[in-house]
């Protein structure tokens, strides 16, 4: 089966980080966008961070700017994003998917719908 495998989650201090891991199982990162999503309970799916397929264009939440960096490592077939600041409103099952448009420029939040291959998630719980 196609899909992510998220890593890194954990429990941290308010103010704390963190650093998420994803990785594919069955198929190469090299022709995908990259998003990060996030699901709080009682709480809707959201972006939180994406990134194109060379690793120049990202796009970020406005809740995680300046605290959240999403990067990728073609050559290790692995995506990341590293957590700073933590915040208890951070607190969520975080998952990784890839863009299935495989479009050369692009990276989009807003369209969850065009992401496919979502992994299990990884839990990052926030104290306050």
């Known amino acids: 089966q196609l899909q992510f495998v998220e890593s890194g989650g954990g429990l941290v201090q308010t103010g704390g980080s963190l650093r998420l891991s994803c990785a594919p199982s069955g198929f190469s990162l090299d022709y995908y966008a990259i998003g990060w999503f996030r699901q709080a309970p009682g709480k809707e799916r959201e972006g939180v961070a994406c990134?194109?397929?060379?690793?120049?264009?990202?796009e970020y939440a406005d809740s995680v700017k300046g605290r959240f960096t999403i990067s990728r490592d073609n050559a290790k077939n692995t995506a990341f994003l590293q957590m700073n600041s933590l915040k208890p409103e951070d607190t969520a099952v975080y998952y990784c998917?890839?863009?299935?448009?495989?479009?050369?420029?692009?990276?989009?939040?807003?369209?969850?719908?065009?992401?496919?291959?979502w992994g299990q998630g990884t839990q990052v719980t926030v104290s306050s």
């Open positions: 998917a890839r863009d299935r448009r495989m479009l050369p420029s692009v990276c989009t939040l807003s369209r969850a719908e065009v992401y496919d291959n």
């Open positions: 990134i194109g397929r060379n690793g120049f264009l990202t």
